[in-house]
């Protein structure tokens, strides 16, 4: 049974670029939800995504924007990269998002932004 | 609003020695907490959860929580550290259903184990 996979691991962009992060749910679940881990610190919630739509959002500005597919698979943009950008990201899937359901987290994504 | 406190940013302990790391939340209503391990360069694993049922919960490898409510504590503990526990570990608090479906993390805590 696959788990949540991630992709690209590892990304170096310069500031004003765009980029996109790609997720996997693990099999049989249909949630999706994006944090962003800054050096030293826990993780943030950027937003989440259930039956194709953003459910809830973090205190991240719109160049923040995402999307889920059919596959309940996720990609998370960012548009006018900034310096402070820079950060782990994370995708965690769950069944349903109900919040006693286990939220399981992926690799990373480890974006530099120079 | 939800949030939770990890005391202490750094932990070391000597090897074979009780592990105790700290974690205190802010809730409004009865929240469900989690602890997750994070190894360098990894994403984040379970090491156990709390819903609402028993107080004492189990986990993977050795670690136990207790909730106390009357100290909005749910510190994670395992009797005996091994090498192999040194990572960062995270507190979680998540609200029942009438409120948001995010995970509001803790600034996690450092283990370092000492041989």
């Known amino acids: 049974d696959a788990g949540v996979t991630q992709s690209p691991t590892h990304l170096i962009k310069t500031r004003g670029q765009q980029v996109t992060l790609r997720c996997s749910p693990k099999?049989?679940?249909?949630?999706v939800s994006w944090y962003q881990q800054a050096l030293g610190q826990g993780p943030q919630f950027i937003f989440q995504?259930?039956?194709?739509?953003?459910?809830q959002r973090g205190n991240f500005p719109d160049r923040f924007s995402g999307h889920q597919f059919p596959n309940y698979s996720s990609e998370l943009n960012v548009n006018a990269l900034l310096l402070g950008d820079s950060a782990l990201y994370l995708c965690?899937?769950?069944?349903?998002?109900?919040?006693?359901?286990?939220?399981?987290f992926g690799p990373g994504t480890r974006l530099l932004v120079l | 609003a939800q949030s939770v406190t990890q005391l202490g940013s750094h932990v070391s302990v000597s090897e074979g020695a009780l592990v105790l790391l700290r974690c205190n939340y802010s809730?409004?209503?009865?929240?469900?907490l989690f602890w997750y391990v994070q190894y360098p360069n990894q994403g984040l694993q379970l090491l156990l959860k709390y819903t609402s049922a028993a107080t004492l919960v189990k986990g993977i490898n050795g670690f136990e929580a207790e909730f106390k409510k009357s100290e909005t504590s749910f510190h994670l503990t395992k009797p005996s550290a091994h090498m192999s526990d040194a990572a960062e570990y995270f507190c979680a608090v998540s609200t029942t259903p009438s409120g948001t479906y995010k995970y509001i993390f803790g600034t996690g805590t450092r283990l370092k184990v000492l041989a």
């Open positions: 099999s049989g679940h249909d949630t």
């Open positions: 995504y259930y039956e194709e739509e953003e459910r």
């Open positions: 965690a899937s769950s069944q349903n998002g109900q919040t006693k359901e286990t939220q399981y």
């Open positions: 809730s409004s209503v009865p929240p469900y």
